[in-house]
């Protein structure tokens, strides 16, 4: 099945980035096809009948998620748009936010039309200040063309949008977390229930959603949910971006049907590996993903085929693994970065990420000891399951299955004296 | 001693009020507009701040700590953030900091003694298509080698 390209058309040939352009490309349609012809619970309806899951990493069905929300309440609804993107290996929010900012702004106006939101923000990562920089830019644009702001389209839907922007903490790609940070406090994660569906962002009902979620929305308003299924898989529709990066010869993002195997993205579309590269491993959906084999990666790329393979879609960041490149070195930058974005709430995150690290720094710095390996598994194995967030089980889970997956690796390099750098 | 804000930040700081219904919201981008100007948030900038968001200045000092790209003292004019996680050491990530070190005869965390660069270590840019990557301040430089790094360097003003 050759699939269609839903987020990406019309990307390749002409500049995207002005409201004309998107225009042209049959912009702001679909805004228009919701607000005249469709009814909220329509909308909902649709997206739900689409299968479209969030591409933010933890797959959860989208329309499910709006449908959570009370349609009557005396409270404020608010949304808020995760541009967080913090996993490492993920950039394809940033693609999508650069080159078509106006892609985003729709679907988040049409998801606010159908859970009756009047104001939204859309929290973007700290580091991505060019990004936010064109975002504003394309902000002022919908409100001077009326698809933003007061009675939009002339429909009486009111709903006003800002960019807020975020200071560099990973945490705050968490959903309660980034809640907290744009209340002006500290990224903790909150305690689960309540949910944010009932409250949320100043205590009121609030939907999060990620950058290429909501973009997949004017498409399927605009050519229905069978179509979109088409591309996709029957659980999990549409196509996805793969943000492919590590050790091939192309790296760069590619717009994919959810279910397309991880082989065929890596050896057939990313051009495989470099020049003399051997596969060794892949991390198949952001950092936080468990590591997968090079025999294991006959794979279709969907959220619940990668759970099947004992890992997980997660925000479908590909980071390719070269046979040269230690697996400690690996290792260590895992644990290197969940100790430093560990928002230090609950102590075995806190402190099992900190020790985690401070063992396998002296492995790599030949002061390892031989029960080393088994003293990071206990400790991982005492995060798990044992935080407030998930950001517990994803500094938990690639640390295991790279100790379990690669434990003869490992083991032998505890013992040699040799080169365990990247850039042996 | 006290700090004000300048004729520049005030209107700004009014705009961001009107985005929330609560004045604490926008601390965040209160203190981003302080940093981008200052280059850094005193002790007296974290006061006035918590003055005029009616919080206390603890309010405000936790939240400088807990975000990275907040900072308490002064950093140098450009400040050098060189990814070094998977994808960009993938690439190579760890010979542009080792290179970096030895070009400006500092490690990470500190200031050349002309007050010139920072030099910082930093996880994922998002930038994993174009490792190993920096930030200088806030422009993205991608596929670095040396020669390359040097270009940029000399490129600075």
Request: charged share 25%; proline share 6%; hydrophobic share 40%.
């Amino acid at each position: 099945m050759m699939a269609d390209l839903i987020l990406t058309r019309g990307l390749k040939s002409e500049p995207s980035v002005r409201l004309s352009a998107y225009l042209e490309r049959g912009g702001y349609q679909a805004l228009r096809t919701a607000l005249t012809q469709w009814t909220p619970e329509k909308v909902i309806d649709e997206v739900k009948t689409a299968s479209l899951r969030g591409r933010g990493g933890a797959g959860f069905p989208a329309g499910l998620k709006w449908s959570f929300v009370p349609r009557t309440t005396d409270k404020p609804k608010y949304l808020c748009v995760n541009a967080d993107e913090g996993e490492p290996g993920t950039f394809k929010d940033r693609f999508l936010m650069t080159h078509d900012p106006h892609l985003l702004i729709e679907g988040a106006v049409i998801a606010a039309y159908a859970v009756g939101i009047h104001a939204g923000y859309i929290y973007i990562r700290g580091e991505y200040e060019a990004v936010a920089r064109r975002l504003d830019e394309a902000i002022a644009e919908a409100y001077a063309h009326g698809v933003l702001g007061k009675n939009i389209l002339g429909r009486g839907f009111d709903f006003d949008l800002w960019v807020h922007r975020g200071a560099g903490a990973y945490i705050c790609g968490e959903e309660t977390a980034m809640l907290e940070s744009l209340e002006g406090k500290r990224g903790v994660p909150r305690l689960k229930p309540p949910f944010p569906a009932s409250v949320g962002l100043f205590g009121c009902p609030t939907v999060i959603n990620n950058v290429e979620t909501l973009a997949c929305v004017p498409m399927i308003i605009r050519k229905g949910a069978a179509w979109f299924l088409e591309n996709g898989r029957p659980k999990d529709g549409g196509t996805r971006l793969f943000s492919l990066s590590g050790a091939v010869q192309k790296p760069g993002v590619y717009e994919l049907p959810a279910g397309t195997k991880l082989r065929e993205i890596i050896f057939v579309h990313a051009g495989g590996l470099k020049p003399g590269a051997a596969l060794k491993a892949v991390i198949p959906g952001g950092l936080s993903a468990p590591v997968l084999r090079a025999d294991e990666i006959d794979v279709p790329m969907d959220v619940d085929a990668l759970a099947a393979a004992g890992s997980m879609l997660g925000s479908s960041a590909v980071i390719v693994i070269d046979a040269a490149t230690p697996m400690l070195s690996v290792l260590e930058k895992v644990a290197k970065f969940y100790e430093h974005e560990s928002c230090g709430q609950c102590t075995p995150c806190r402190i099992g990420t900190s020790w985690i690290r401070r063992v396998v720094k002296r492995m790599i710095e030949h002061r390892g000891k031989a029960a080393d390996l088994d003293l990071v598994l206990r400790l991982a194995t005492n995060i798990k399951g044992r935080t407030l967030c998930p950001f517990g089980d994803a500094a938990a889970l690639p640390i295991l299955s790279i100790v379990r997956k690669f434990r003869t690796e490992l083991e032998a390099s505890l013992h040699s004296a040799g080169e365990k750098s990247f850039d042996a | 001693m006290s700090f004000t804000f300048s004729a520049e930040l005030e209107p700004k700081i009014g705009a961001l009020l009107l985005r929330y219904p609560t004045r604490r919201a926008a601390l965040l981008p209160v203190l981003r507009l302080i940093q981008d100007e200052h280059g850094h948030i005193s002790a007296d900038a974290e006061r006035r701040v918590a003055e005029i968001l009616d919080l206390t200045p603890i309010n405000v000092r936790e939240v400088v700590t807990f975000y990275t790209m907040l900072t308490r003292s002064p950093v140098g004019r450009f400040h050098l953030q060189v990814c070094s996680n998977v994808s960009c050491g993938l690439a190579g990530g760890d010979r542009v900091s080792a290179y970096l070190q030895a070009k400006l005869g500092v490690r990470p965390g500190e200031t050349t003694p002309d007050g010139k660069y920072t030099l910082t270590e930093v996880e994922c840019l998002g930038a994993c298509d174009e490792a190993p990557c920096m930030m200088v301040n806030f422009d993205f430089y991608g596929h670095l080698e040396a020669a390359r790094v040097d270009e940029i360097l000399d490129g600075l003003a």
